[in-house]
């Protein structure tokens, strides 16, 4: 039989950070930046992934929030309560880092079941039972943490956080140690739980398919900064600039060099010299200005050389199960195309194809700086 979790959250809350600054000074070294005026405003309830590569300043995030790192300067409220001056045993929030130590004489369960019973929260062991078998770790609770492989101590950090049953919910690389199918099964259910606990939750990630599975909303971190925070697909068919482009999407986004051609109301990007022209739904940019042009792999498709589109030949062709992928170049380019073909369709080595893209899904960004140009 299932036991039914009781979720006995009070009320789920909402999580606002407000211009949250983080420098760290160390003698004799300078200052840097990790994090430069993070704003997020987080929903009740909400699951957030804080998505960017490492040393973005994801870690360094969540440590402010759950009060592990001071913060430098801004704001963190979780209601309308301002917590950034409390310690982090008086915030209401549970945090799943991997580092988080467990103690070393007691068991997984007793672990797991410590902080509920200092607490005298009811029906601890049933909590705990009924968390552990979700998380397919019965098989862990009678062991001793030291004896644990990195992916188990990752699930026994996780099942802690969960059981804490916190209105805010705080995960740090919560499935990096697991293994592919015991990672996207976990997943799976982390997802499930936070959705009956109601815990408005930060999931830290690098990877984009935990990211883009579990989240309501994505922040997509850079270099200490938010480039654009928004739903999955808000970020994958709406990129505020080139690095939210390039991160999201897989295989990634094809970035060519293009001058804008504006004609008749109509703005069309020219490729290479005389390699064809692709047409876009940007109207801001000038005609004559060089721009970087993106477009995914999934957008585009290969049409006869007679269609207008960008003028290609195939170099290499890989047949994926569900689609397949012809990587292409264009004559006088350094940057190739590779376009996301149907499962029906075959192409050959050295075959001559036209790129073809539907106008709204070709992006413009500034040379310089990456920002879109709409
Ligand atoms: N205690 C510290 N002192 C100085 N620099 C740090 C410290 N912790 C992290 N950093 C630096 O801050 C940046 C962000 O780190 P971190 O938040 O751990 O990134 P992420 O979790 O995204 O990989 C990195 O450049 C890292 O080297
Ligand atoms: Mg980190």
């Known amino acids: ?13 909402s999580l606002t950070l407000s211009e949250l600054v983080k420098t760290y000074t160390a003698r004799g070294r300078e200052s840097f930046q990790a994090v430069k005026g993070i704003n997020l405003d987080i929903a009740p309830g909400e699951l957030i992934a804080l998505l960017g590569p490492s ?28 917590v950034s001056q409390l310690p982090a045993s008086k915030r209401g929030i549970g945090v799943g880092f991997e580092s988080y130590a467990l103690y070393p004489p007691l068991s997984v369960r007793e672990n797991l079941a410590y902080g509920l019973k200092a607490r005298k929260v009811k029906g601890a062991d ?3 039972s009924a968390i552990s078998r979700r998380l397919e770790m019965d098989d862990l609770l009678e062991l001793r943490p030291a004896g644990l492989s ?29 293994d592919a199918s015991a990672r996207q099964r976990v997943r799976r259910e982390l997802k499930v ?40 697909d808000e970020v994958f068919d709406d990129p505020a600039n080139l690095f939210v482009a390039q991160f999201v999407g897989e295989p990634q986004i094809n970035v060519i060099r293009g ?21 876009t739904t940007a109207t801001s940019v000038p005609d004559g200005t060089t721009v970087t042009v993106g477009v995914r792999p999934q957008d585009c498709a290969l049409g006869d050389p007679a269609s207008t589109g960008i003028s290609v030949t195939v170099a290499y062709f890989e047949h994926l199960l569900e689609f397949g ?31 073809t893209a539907p106008p709204e899904r070709v992006y413009l960004f500034d040379v310089d700086t990456g920002e879109r140009l709409r």
């Open 150 to 178: 990195s992916g188990q101590k990752q699930r026994v950090a996780l099942a802690r956080a969960l059981v804490r049953n916190p209105p805010v919910l705080l995960l740090d690389e919560p499935l990096s140690h697991l």
């Open 126 to 128: 049933e909590m705990v």
């Open 55 to 82: 040393g973005c300043g994801k870690t360094t995030t969540l440590r402010m929030i759950a009060g592990l790192e001071t913060v430098t300067s801004g704001s963190i409220r979780i209601g309308d309560r301002e």
């Open 193 to 232: 739980l936070q959705r009956e606990f109601g815990y408005t939750t930060i999931v830290v990630t690098h990877d984009q398919v935990e990211a883009l599975s579990l989240a309501d909303r994505l922040a997509v971190m850079d270099a200490g900064v938010v480039q654009q925070f928004g739903t999955p």
């Open 259 to 279: 001058v804008a051609k504006v004609a008749d109301g109509k703005t069309r990007v020219e490729i290479g010299s005389g390699q064809g022209y692709l047409e």
């Open 1 to 13: 039989m299932t036991a039914t979790l009781e979720p006995k959250t009070a009320t789920a809350q």
């Open 325 to 355: 992928l012809a990587t292409s170049t264009v004559a006088g380019m350094e940057e190739g195309v590779i376009v996301q073909t149907p499962a029906t369709e075959s192409y050959e080595p050295e075959q001559k194809a036209v790129v």
